[in-house]
């Protein structure tokens, strides 16, 4: 089976900022499109931001100016750095391909923006 490991989130205060990285088990990683995702309670889950294999990206608008997703295909890795974080952030984040695949879905990992 893929694995896609989330590194752990965590509690930010608002402006605050905040660096996911996502690691995938296969080497095949190098050409697939990736996206972050993230779902908030009593609310279905989203698209943030997709980047395809040449490092093309491509931003929900609650997520331009102020997120960016960037990968390294050496290290089979995908990441999302946020700032300027808002309490309306709050989720659990996903990474997965893009678009998704079913047996891709790990457990996320929760941000909470709060002060």
Do not use: H
Request: hydrophobic fraction near 35%; charge should be positive.
């Amino acid at each position: 089976q893929v694995q896609l490991v989330e590194s752990v989130g965590g509690l930010v205060q608002p402006w605050g900022s905040l660096r996911l990285s996502c690691t995938a088990s296969r080497s095949m990683f190098r050409i697939y499109a990736m996206g972050w995702y993230r779902q908030a309670p009593g609310n279905q889950r989203e698209l943030v931001a997709g980047i395809i294999a040449d490092g093309t990206t491509n931003y929900a608008d609650s997520a331009k100016g102020r997120f960016t997703i960037s990968r390294d295909n050496a290290k089979n890795t995908v990441y999302l750095q946020m700032n300027s974080l808002k309490p309306e952030d709050t989720a659990v984040y996903y990474c997965n391909r893009w678009p998704p695949q079913s047996n891709y879905w790990g457990k996320g990992t929760q941000v909470t923006v709060s002060s």
